[in-house]
């Protein structure tokens, strides 16, 4: 990824959408006429080490749906920043545990309000290349939480824009359409992917100015 690009923030968002450009020149003509809901793209951090069947898995429960439900999953693991727990300070260690609950239950009861993609997922070539999505966005650091809310209002205004067509901007039919509806689900693979907290070779001190850090950045 070359270094100082004009409008792109440094970080995972714009380094995953050079990859996601570079892939796409590289294998577009592999890709013409393929059915684009049958690719799959995998994210995650340098330091995630991912069960060994997490991608059999996700693929399988992706092939096995049908063609418009497979194109807005996004499928999520549960992330656990646990491989050097023992080692950070204690205030790193306790926003951990916490925000492994929080992942844990959001992505395992998401009747009341949907989860969002946290660090490690993956998502069909049909939703990121949706003309509403468009890849990931390189202004921004962390690309998890964006990616997933710019994917579930591409749905809603794909259903907007549906409705539009062909009606005068002045048509009262257009308001009393029916509602749109989000249609990205985030689909659960209970297979774990496993990262490292944030830690400073320099001192506890040190560790917990970089968790602080992180956290400003994830804000």
Not at 49 to 71: K, N
Not at 110 to 130: G, R
């Amino acid at each position: 990824h070359p270094e100082n690009v004009p409008g792109e923030v440094a970080g995972k968002s714009s380094n995953t959408q050079w990859a996601y450009r570079e892939a796409l020149r590289q294998y577009g003509p592999i890709l013409l006429g393929c059915d684009l809901s049958r690719v799959f793209l995998t994210v995650g951090d340098a330091d995630t080490h991912w069960h060994p069947q997490y991608l059999s898995a996700m693929t399988y429960q992706g092939l096995t749906m049908s063609g418009e439900d497979r194109a807005w999953r996004i499928w999520q693991p549960p992330v656990l920043l646990m491989r050097n727990i023992f080692t950070v300070p204690a205030m790193t260690r306790a926003s951990a545990h916490a925000t492994l609950i929080f992942e844990l239950s959001s992505l395992a009861n998401q009747k009341v309000f949907p989860a969002f993609a946290y660090s490690a997922y993956s998502l069909t070539l049909a939703l990121a290349s949706h003309p509403e999505v468009d890849g990931w966005d390189v202004d921004v650091i962390a690309e998890d939480h964006h990616m997933f809310v710019k994917c579930f209002f591409a749905a809603l205004w794909e259903q907007v824009e549906h409705q539009c067509e062909g009606k005068p901007r002045n048509d009262k039919a257009t308001s009393s359409s029916a509602p749109a509806v989000g249609k990205v689900i985030l689909q659960p693979i209970y297979l774990p992917a496993e990262g490292y907290l944030v830690e400073s070779s320099l001192g506890y001190w040190q560790s917990v100015w970089a968790r602080f850090q992180q956290a400003r950045r994830h804000s």
